[in-house]
């Protein structure tokens, strides 16, 4: 199956609006989850009061990440948990796949991680003869098809039901089925079979607690509890970001993280992991391996504007509330973190030359912003990045000397200037403009420019290419109330 | 770990330290700019709770408990709950059932009859056992929530593996916020700590709410008031 990338997010999108299947299975995202995560935020005292605290804590640890991060080891490895750093992805996919073939294992299980979707494990482990088992349902369900997450909290949620139903018939051979709880207890019977089995288990890691060395790792279907507790190995992968400084800061997180993703109080299971289990006849693993992964993200601590990106903890709030998300699902951004904060950490991931639309899919209408737990003000970085791209300014980035401001383009801002500076001139550019427009004006409305007038004012070209603008009216109300509304 | 490995390693997480200094260095001309605009850090308006008695947690605990789909029954003593335990071993038929090294699980299923009760189960014998039962070292009202200790009870498997989990808890561990939990847990940390609410769910497909897909489908706990 071919990915999208990035690159070509515009076409994507295109396509995506065009696929009434993706709609279909779209269709609930905003209701259910909106819906369940307004009820969720009314069962705390003070919703503000948390969520600027738990960005005061992130931004705390962000500004002192070294420290944090030794605390973090020193505590987990007195514990007896085992440390790996990675400067990068190819670096963290080395390490893994070193343990796994040092332990002789040939098939790992492995619970839902955007850590290890960003690094592309999976890809890394099969060439190296290991077969990676997903054993998220949704999770599951993609592997499966061949396919990658188009949501952070909710993998398949690009796939309808009779989708789902058809790929179990095709890939297990069962009847098909578009009972939910027989789908559901059909991948409960396979993956029993590899948990019963696996030597090695790979999990992700929501938050590692610097004073305590803790790894905590939320969920609600038990996957996560089976990876980590049946293996004799267990390997967590996780960003240097994930770190908070105390244990008690797990109260506001865990408060804002359920109740943000899925609107719930809190999800069915959370495992609170220190280091490894003290005598061998215990159970749990005989091994804790964690791995400490960089891959671009100390880079956004040079600014306090990127800063923020390292604040999120992958509740997916903010694609269930876009407007973009709703209406071209997750995969249209060709990268592994898709929506509002996918179009932020992406460039700033991979690079901004191979994602330069994705700053721009966005209408910046802040539904993020709003709903964003940890108050990432992701309109700001996203307009951030896209200075970045046309004038490379931002970050304590070199100016671009590529980048001279055309002629065209300074004379437009200083007429735009010029009109809105005082009443008069207000007034005659609107008087302008309703003579000119009549060169363009078919039908009472500005429909596509094309040819002469596309090129002589580009803007209008590419505003029109997919929508109409807005027509000047005859009468500006002002007038109309001079003349006509004042005297009823 | 060789010792190249190792030395790799050091070599790795150095060059880290260093980008992550090098960075901050570099931000911080910029940084008291944007915290002009973007303070943050105000201190929480919670409300401060009055101290609840042992039954208004337990009726807290009961009614969180039920609205994520939990069974919760509250019984006057330990006898009760022997009782309870035998119904819903007939219940669900169980042939097979799985305890922790709970003493009080082990008191409570000490009088069963012709049932297969194993304690310590290995992992293949557990995949086939129809009941587990632990004990819980603590639970929050606010969210339902049992809260299992590895230090104080074997429960990691026992509580997840077979289809059914019945917990059995005295009334006097409930608490009704999380960050008590926290603090109390915090004092002697166990090696796993496990949180359960409810019983294993998804809703991977298409937003519908399943239920037992990898962990157990039913959850009962059994709150023992002792009064």
């Known amino acids: 199956m071919q990915h999208l990338t990035a690159e070509t997010f515009d076409q994507n999108a295109r396509d995506a609006l065009g696929d009434l299947v993706l709609h279909g299975a779209l269709r609930n995202l905003a209701d259910n989850f909106g819906e369940r995560r307004k009820v969720a935020m009314a069962s705390v005292d003070d919703w503000e009061g948390l969520r600027e605290k738990a960005r005061a804590v992130k931004e705390e640890t962000l500004l002192h990440l070294d420290k944090y991060l030794l605390q973090f080891v020193d505590n987990a490895e007195k514990a007896g948990a085992k440390f790996h750093w990675a400067r990068d992805a190819k670096e963290a996919c080395r390490i893994v796949v070193d343990l796994v073939n040092e332990r002789g294992a040939k098939m790992v299980v492995k619970s839902k991680s955007m850590a290890t979707e960003e690094i592309h494990l999976n890809d890394a482990l099969e060439a190296d003869g290991i077969e990676p088992i997903e054993t998220d349902l949704g999770e599951w369900i993609i592997q499966l098809a061949g396919e990658t997450p188009s949501h952070i909290v909710v993998p398949a949620i690009h796939k309808t039901k009779g989708q789902i139903a058809d790929l179990f018939v095709e890939k297990i051979g069962i009847e098909k089925t578009n009972d939910v709880d027989v789908l559901t207890k059909t991948a409960r019977r396979i993956l029993r079979e590899r948990f019963a089995k696996a030597e090695v288990g790979i999990s992700g890691v929501n938050f590692g607690v610097a004073e305590t060395g803790t790894i905590l790792i939320l969920e609600n279907e038990g996957n996560v509890r089976m990876t980590t507790s049946l293996p004799r190995t267990h390997i967590a992968v996780m960003g240097i970001e994930k770190i908070i400084p105390r244990f008690a800061d797990l109260d506001v997180f865990l408060k804002l993280l359920p109740r943000s993703g899925t609107g719930q109080r809190l999800t069915a299971y959370q495992s609170l992991i220190t280091g490894v289990k003290k005598n061998s006849d215990n159970e749990g693993p005989d091994e804790v391996h964690i791995v400490l992964m960089d891959n671009g993200r100390s880079r956004m601590l040079s600014h306090p504007v990127t800063r923020q990106s390292l604040a999120c903890i992958r509740c997916g709030a903010c694609l269930n509330a876009c407007p973009v998300y709703q209406q071209i699902g997750g995969h249209a951004y060709g990268s592994v973190y898709p929506g509002p904060i996918g179009a932020v950490i992406t460039p700033q991931l991979i690079g901004i030359s191979k994602s330069k639309q994705l700053p721009y899919a966005s209408s910046l209408c802040g539904a993020c912003r709003e709903v964003c737990p940890v108050k990432i003000d992701i309109p700001e970085l996203l307009l951030h990045l896209r200075a970045e791209i046309t004038d490379g300014i931002a970050g304590g980035a070199k100016r671009n000397p590529q980048r001279k401001k055309k002629f065209s383009e300074s004379l437009a801002f200083k007429l735009y200037g010029y009109a809105w500076s005082s009443q008069f001139s207000y007034g005659l550019g609107i008087k302008a403009a309703r003579v000119m427009q009549k060169l363009i004006v078919r039908d009472g409305k500005i429909g596509k420019a094309s040819g002469f007038m596309a090129k002589l004012l580009p803007p209008l070209g590419a505003w029109t290419a997919w929508r109409d603008a807005p027509v000047v009216a005859a009468k500006s109300f002002r007038e109309e109330w001079r003349t006509n509304l004042k005297s009823e | ?227």
Request: hydrophobic letters at 40%.
């Open chain 2, 1 to 227: 770990m060789t010792e190249t490995r190792a030395s790799e390693n050091n070599a790795a997480r150095d060059a880290i330290l260093v980008s992550i200094r090098g960075s901050l260095a570099v931000s911080k001309p910029f940084d008291a700019e944007h915290q002009k605009h973007h303070a943050h850090g105000v201190i929480l308006q919670g409300k401060v709770h009055r101290e609840l008695s042992t039954k208004e947690l337990v009726d807290n605990f009961k009614t969180n408990l039920e609205s994520v789909g939990g069974i919760c029954v509250i019984v006057a003593n330990e006898g009760e709950a022997a009782i309870y335990v035998e119904t819903v071993i007939e219940k669900i038929a169980a042939k097979n059932v799985a305890i922790s090294d709970s003493d009080l699980v082990y008191r409570l299923t000490e009088t069963l009859d012709g049932i297969d009760v194993i304690q310590n189960a290995t992992k293949d014998i557990l995949f086939d056992c129809d009941l587990g039962i632990t004990s819980a070292q603590w639970a929050i009202a606010e969210t339902g929530t049992l809260v299992l200790e590895s230090e104080a009870e074997s429960h990691r498997l026992t509580s997840l593996v077979p289809p059914v989990h019945l917990c059995i808890l005295k009334a006097d561990v409930i608490r009704q916020t999380l960050s008590e939990i926290l603090e109390l847990t915090s004092k002697n940390l166990s090696k796993t700590i496990t949180f359960i609410t409810g019983a294993s769910r998804t809703s991977d497909i298409e937003l519908t709410l399943a239920i037992g897909v990898h962990g157990p489908r039913e959850l009962h706990v059994v709150v023992v008031a002792d009064q």
